[in-house]
């Protein structure tokens, strides 16, 4: 039996329906944990934010959801916190056990395996909620959930969140070549026609870094979530946005991204970090739809949109985004160059 072997937890895997094993199985191996450990703006974003707020840690108890490798639970005990409940369903929470016991915190931090909807916490109440549960489009894996339940069962009133801000943004890019190379493809794959995958692949938005010049319109933020006080249900949200074109080009695609803000002591400026295109990477990228028009744009053209985002029926981890635009060309061949459409797209 492997170290991550261990069959001690509150839920019980084969007891999940296929997407959740499939789910939880993702985070048991290591590789995907030294990839979330070496964001070094993700994981010292959080170091800087309980750092900061030292004051509001020291002798609280703590609650990491989705300990994964336990530094979080590490970040909150080394700096104050009395006592840290890391809870984490899948197996790599075995080495959390193990890190934190080699680096002096087992007195300080309990490791509970299992749901954090499952498992029994040692203590009724926390006064701190950690939790990284971002996924890509911020609401990718749906682990926000996971969050709030734990805030509504187990949150002293008043109690601190970290993070407890952040929003979904959304910008234009000029992004033929790629566009092109992705989706032409599968006209011709080794003399074969294998054209039907171009409907797939158009519905699939692209996770990946965009240089920040190929950025072509206006930014607008979609949706902004407080994690005091939203409910699973505004997760399923309806934005509508308006970009103006910044020069002559062509709108290929629309990139989103999302913002994070760490609540702060009084009179401090809060912990943020951004996943955008014009900030400095990380492993969230950032999300690309790609539109069924390339729209030609003069400086100053306005695409309108309306983008809709809903857990995803079968699955609800993954995501069903619609984008309705309406991009209204002036100037010359304003007419050929206006275009309205609806795409939809499936993020899993
Ligand atoms: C994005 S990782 C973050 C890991 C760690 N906190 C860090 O910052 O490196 C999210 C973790 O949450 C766990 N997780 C997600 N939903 C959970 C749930 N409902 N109950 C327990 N663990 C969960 C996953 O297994 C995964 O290890």
Redesign the pocket.
Known sequence: MSKTDVNDSATLKKDLNEYEQH??SS?DHHGI?EE??QDSV??LS?RNAIVQNKDLFKDKIVL?????????SMFAAKNGAKHVIG????S??EMAREIVDLNGFSDKITLLR????DVELPYPKVDIII????GYFLLY?S?MD?VLLARDRYLVEGGLILPDKCSIHIAGIEDAQYKDEKLNYWQDVYGFDYSPFIPLVKREPLVDTVNHSAVNTTRAKLVEFDLNTITVADLAFKSKFKLEAKNQDFINGLISWFDIEFPAPKGKKPVTFSTGAHAPYTHWKQTVFYLEDDLESEKGDVLEGELSCTPNKTNNRDLDVKIAYDFKAKGTESAQRSKKNTNSYVMH
């Not at 990491?64 to 979080?72: A, F, M, P, S």
């Not at 939790?131 to 971002?134: K, L, P, Q």
């Open positions: 789910y939880f985070y944990h979330m450990l993700r994981t959080y990491d959801v989705g300990c994964g490798t336990g530094i979080l809870v984490d369903m899948s790599i929470i299992g749901k954090l909807e939790s990284e549960w971002m894996e682990m996971t």
